[in-house]
């Protein structure tokens, strides 16, 4: 697979900001595979364009593009609660999809911009679906947005967060060892720049949540999470211009129905790629050295276990 031309400005920020050589990017991905080849645990996708996301995630630094190769793919294998069994037709996956839980937004600030990444659990029954299957297919998403996304890949991504109606029980449900895998797997296995965490219409009840969250999070990460009331949406709009909002909320970066729309059938297209990822992944026995384990990678156990609240 040839890899594809960047518009110009995000040619610039490639350079610029990743340390993008064009004339040295086939040395890279020769010396990647070589690396690749020589780690018998490891089966990744490896096609060019694959691989040079990988490459600008890590600004085309080889060593760190193959721990984040190998964390990447660890975690895939390790965490089954997020990265099996993800038929887009699956009716728990569907359940997720037709409520528009996670939405990219069509419009970048600039033709360089990074992509933002809308939230809106407080459409979800928590009895239904559980916090890890939102996850789930958040991270679904996110594996689309690698094989297509320019904008995201090159200028990262911001995730703006609706926490109206988001109730107690999904509360319950984010606990420190699951924070921690959650962020562990956004921040050291995908090759995707967080820029800024954005949390909106947030009730008084989720200010703690949100407040363990940011020290679960990188002192990097919890620099970039900001929260706002609906009192003070006048600074969210200092951040995110208001024609960056849906026409929902008086911008003009599509309508809640038509993203929904979009996307659940963005990601059912994508049903044979998603039913193919469970080929990669990592074997255990065959890595050189120590096996990695959900608790020597995480420090936690590696399965969900849904929390109940009377």
Known sequence: MAIRKLCPELQEVAEKELFETPERIQDDLNHLREWLSKQPHLK???DDQSLITFLRGCKFSLQRAQEKLDYFYTSKTLLTEFFSKRDPYNPDIQEVLKYGAILPLPNTASPGGPRILLHRMGNLNADKVPY?????????IMDILMQEDDNCVVSGFE???LAKN???RYVAQWTPA???RINSVVEKGYPLRIKNVYSTHCPSILESVYNLYKSLASDKIGKRMYLYGEENMDKFCERVPKRLHPTDFGGNNGSFEELTEFWKKKVESYRNWFLQDEEYGTREDLRVGIPKTSDN???V???F???TVD
């Open 305 to 307: 276990r849904k929390l």
């Open 301 to 303: 156990e590696g399965t």
């Open 297 to 299: 990678l995480f420090g």
């Open 44 to 46: 990744v996708r490896s």
């Open 178 to 180: 699951v924070m921690k």
């Open 166 to 168: 988001v109730t107690i």
């Open 132 to 140: 890890h299957l939102f996850q789930k297919v958040h991270f679904m």
């Open 159 to 161: 995730i703006w967060s």
